[in-house]
């Protein structure tokens, strides 16, 4: 049955169930070494001891992708790079919006309180008298936004009205019309400015890409180890998170 629901699935990206640790699963232990210990027999061994599945061998639709991601889908789309990776994202090519929470709640925290009490305050832009925000401090997340502040805060003065005014880091909610938890719900995400920024469920009249962020600004955040919202086909062009094993090689 499953290869002709392979067949069938021409948009599925998830490769056969091979179950076994890949190079993005290496990805993975190299991007959170404070977090990760290991992977072996198919299975994530967190420091804790704990252990999760890595993949399940399923083949899953796009939407079974966002609803029932295990850890090994969150590779489904690779992440576009450099300076040819802003073209329209194709049907569906959702690079980092599939999330595997199991794997975000043992990172950050399972729940409201317990993110709280991993953030962390900073200055946005200070020499620009930007806002205190908070944020992630597991996994030095909120060290990387901190070298992000500093950076744009020496970009040309045409730029910054892009990233000044945020609009939001932690908040514990679900995505909009959704039960999927956002990742601003572990505090890893940032919401630059809103007046600026285009999202796909605001497109009226049927599905168009629209971004007006400029390049120059998405590529400090990548150099952190930041993924950006605009490279989604479901595009949400103010939001970056933290997702550093998207953007290894
Ligand atoms: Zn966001």
Redesign the pocket.
Known sequence: MKALVAALCLSCVTHYAHAVCDKNADKLLKAYPEQLVACENNTIVWKSGERQLYDDGKQKTFDQLLEQADVEDMFAFPYPIGANSYVPPALNVDAGRIRNEEFFKRMYGASSSEVKSHLTSLKWLPKSDGETIKIQSVNGVAAKLEQISQELDEVPSALKKYVMDTS?TFNWRVISGTDRL?N?SFAI???INTKHADYWQWSKGGYAYKNAIPHEIVEIFEKHGFIW?GKWYHY?T??F?YRPELLMN
Request: aromatic fraction near 0%; charged fraction near 25%; proline fraction near 0%.
């Open positions: 939001g956002s601003h995400a940032i919401d919202g949400d103010m939001h998170e």
